[in-house]
């Protein structure tokens, strides 16, 4: 009895001292990367990478926003909007790279904001869509990509709903759609026609008529 005490107290002290070193050398990587940072910029940062957000995400963020003349709120703003696309269970990396995008375009620091919550809001939508019809994570998170790319692309969101309604009463082929995803998203950004197995009429440059292909297949 005393063996099996020693050995489930050892495994405590050893599980709460890797969470110890880890938690450290994350805030330690914070402290490093944004040591002239205020409190506050720091402490949203440890708490984006503790949420999930990459530390070789949100720092680098952090410090190409202050390199383009970000204020201290707008700072806080564009961390608030990854910390909820995370909170959501949506990609932060579409997010993040919006912000990039935004800077390296010289694009005015409320712009690049607005551009954020954009994409973000892109992604619910998409995500929301993809989790009404399948349950499976990873599925949900193909076609949530698919959609907001597609909706990225030109797709209305009605339109949109209307695929994802198709689909639900498909649902016994997703599987089949999910194997045909490569084709379906070079169909939503390829100005071609879809191969001839697909037997649908893809007019130029559409994302709207590449997703009734998927459904289709």
Request: aromatic share 4%; with cysteine.
């Given at each position: 009895m005393s063996y099996k005490r020693s050995f489930w107290t050892t495994l405590v002290f050893l599980v709460g001292g890797l969470s110890l070193l880890a938690s450290k050398a994350f805030a330690d990587a914070v402290e490093q990367g944004l040591a002239q940072m205020p409190a506050p910029i720091k402490d949203r940062t440890r708490a984006m990478?503790?949420?999930?957000?990459?530390?070789?995400?949100?720092?680098?963020?952090?410090?190409?926003?202050?390199?383009?003349?970000?204020?201290?709120?707008?700072?806080?703003?564009?961390?608030?909007?990854?910390?909820?696309a995370q909170g959501r269970g949506l990609p932060t990396k579409p997010v993040i790279n919006k912000a990039f995008e935004g800077m390296a375009k010289q694009v005015a620091p409320e712009r690049t904001l607005q551009a954020m919550e954009a994409v973000s809001a892109r992604y619910a939508f998409a995500f929301?869509?993809?989790?009404?019809?399948?349950?499976?994570?990873?599925?949900?998170?193909?076609?949530?990509?698919?959609?907001?790319?597609?909706?990225?692309?030109?797709?209305?969101?009605?339109?949109?709903?209307?695929?994802?309604?198709?689909?639900?009463?498909?649902?016994?082929?997703?599987?089949?759609?999910?194997?045909?995803?490569?084709?379906?998203?070079?169909?939503?950004?390829?100005?071609?026609?879809?191969?001839?197995?697909?037997?649908?009429?893809?007019?130029m440059g559409l994302a709207r008529p590449a997703l009734r292909a998927c459904i289709s297949l």
């Open positions: 990478v503790q949420k999930g957000v990459p530390s070789e995400d949100a720092i680098p963020l952090i410090q190409a926003m202050i390199a383009n003349r970000f204020q201290e709120e707008q700072i806080l703003k564009a961390q608030a909007i990854v910390l909820e929301d869509q993809a989790r009404s019809i399948t349950k499976n994570a990873e599925q949900a998170g193909r076609l949530g990509n698919m959609l907001a790319e597609s909706l990225a692309a030109g797709l209305k969101e009605q339109d949109a709903s209307r695929v994802i309604s198709q689909l639900q009463q498909k649902s016994p082929k997703l599987n089949h759609v999910w194997r045909w995803h490569g084709i379906c998203r070079d169909l939503v950004f390829l100005p071609l026609s879809p191969p001839r197995s697909l037997r649908v009429h893809y007019p």
